[in-house]
């Protein structure tokens, strides 16, 4: 079986490869990146002579360059984890995120139509059911919470989803759809709130809190979402949506001050700095579906998971060092420098 994997040089797009090479190593890969800045080559570096890896530069808004590689590896599941997918950069500009999240999905399923697969699937996120309010630990996202987006990233997301269903619908597609909670773990890049925490404290730099640190969020670790991806394209059922989460809720600030005593730093780095436009307060998935149908339930505890992600970023210097140089100082300036 061909497998084609976009925005597989990303964070959970790599973990996920690894994934699918360790425990089905009968599949072939074909990784499709555009390496866009969150893209990394040196993430793939020890797999790029896998026998059954194939690592393909491409814009999956490409049309030509997408359909002619179909025709060439005619690909039995397409896994779409290609997107923007920094919230705040969707505040900064959010033309690149309707491009890439809306109408790469649309090229690739009008190519998954065009050569016939057997199932496509789309990694989507929490993020489209808004937010819920910090007073009511009572309420979680199912599966039918209504589609109600508060960032241009998450609109996005949620126009790829309904695009998604529609022609699941009209066109008969074969599609799934996942929407997961925040993931955490290695290769994550360091403009998100883990590794940025983490990177800062060990330079010993300002740990820009947002607003009051009081926001939530549902944190799963990678390797779990990717087990929830294998068991949805393998097993879940043609026209579902199964939401995957942590049932980890934990505050941003708490996060920040457990990396801060882990490092052995002081928490006067901790700078509390102007909110996010349009915050989301609260996200937190019910898994009960997924775990009903499919038998899935998260294995890493946030305890276990986060030293382990720590301890990663203390171990994989060359990773990162190369990346938080040249354009994310730019970013970071951009981002961080009036707040
Ligand atoms: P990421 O930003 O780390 O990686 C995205 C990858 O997509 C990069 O390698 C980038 O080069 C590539 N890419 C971007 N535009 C492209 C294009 N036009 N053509 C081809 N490749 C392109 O993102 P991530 O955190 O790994 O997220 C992966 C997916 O999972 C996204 O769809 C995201 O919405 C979703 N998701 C993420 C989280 C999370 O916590 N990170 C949670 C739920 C869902
Ligand atoms: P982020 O990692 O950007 O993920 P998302 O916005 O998709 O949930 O942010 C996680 C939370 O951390 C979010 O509530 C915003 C907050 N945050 C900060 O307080 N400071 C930061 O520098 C960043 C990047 C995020």
Same mark, same amino acid.
């Given at each position: ?89 969707s505040i900064e500009d959010p033309s690149v ?19 016939? *697969? @057997?199932?496509?699937?789309?990694? !989507?996120? =929490? ?10 630990? %009572? &309420? ?118 457990? *990396? @801060?005593?882990?490092?052995?730093? !002081?928490? =006067? ?10 915050? %989301? &307060? ?41 990346i938080i140089s040249g354009a994310y100082m730019g970013y970071y300036e ?6």
């Open positions: 079986m061909t497998m084609i994997v976009t925005g597989g040089a990303g964070f959970i797009g790599s973990n996920f490869i690894f994934y699918q090479l360790k425990t089905h190593p009968e599949d072939r890969i074909v990784c499709v990146d555009k390496l866009t800045y969150a893209g990394n080559l040196s993430t793939l570096a020890p797999i790029m002579e896998h026998p059954k890896f194939r690592f393909v530069r491409l814009d999956i808004c490409d049309r030509e360059g997408v359909y002619a590689l179909f025709e060439e590896e005619k690909p039995d599941i397409v896994v779409n984890f290609a997107a923007e997918s920094h919230v705040d950069r995120f309707l491009q890439t999240n809306v109408i790469g999905t649309s090229v690739l399923m009008d190519a998954c139509r065009k050569y016939g *697969i @057997v199932r496509y699937h789309q990694v !989507s996120t =929490d993020e489209v059911y808004g937010d819920l309010p910090l007073d009511r630990p %009572d &309420l979680f996202f199912t599966e039918t919470t209504p589609i109600h987006t508060s960032s241009p990233y998450s609109s996005s997301k949620a126009g790829a989803d309904l695009l998604v269903q529609s022609y699941c619908r009209t066109f008969g597609l074969p599609a799934t759809i996942s929407r997961c909670s925040n993931n955490y773990g290695p290769y994550h890049f360091p403009e998100k709130l883990i590794p940025l925490m983490i990177i800062n404290c060990l330079h010993d730099k300002p740990l820009p809190v947002y607003g009051e640190g009081l926001n939530v969020r549902d944190w799963l670790y990678v390797e779990d979402h990717c087990k929830a991806i294998d068991l949805v394209i393998r097993k879940g059922r043609v026209g579902e949506v199964y939401n995957i989460g942590g049932h980890n809720e934990m505050r941003n600030i708490d996060i920040v001050k457990l *990396i @801060v005593h882990t490092l052995g730093k !002081s928490e =006067d780095l901790i700078t509390y700095v102007t909110d996010r436009k349009g915050h %989301d &307060l609260r996200y937190a998935i019910d898994p009960t579906k997924i775990h009903d149908e499919l038998g899935w339930l998260p294995e890493t505890k946030f305890a276990d998971g986060i030293q382990k992600t720590i301890q990663w970023y203390l171990e994989h210097r060359d990773w990162w060092e190369p951009r981002m961080y420098g009036n707040r």
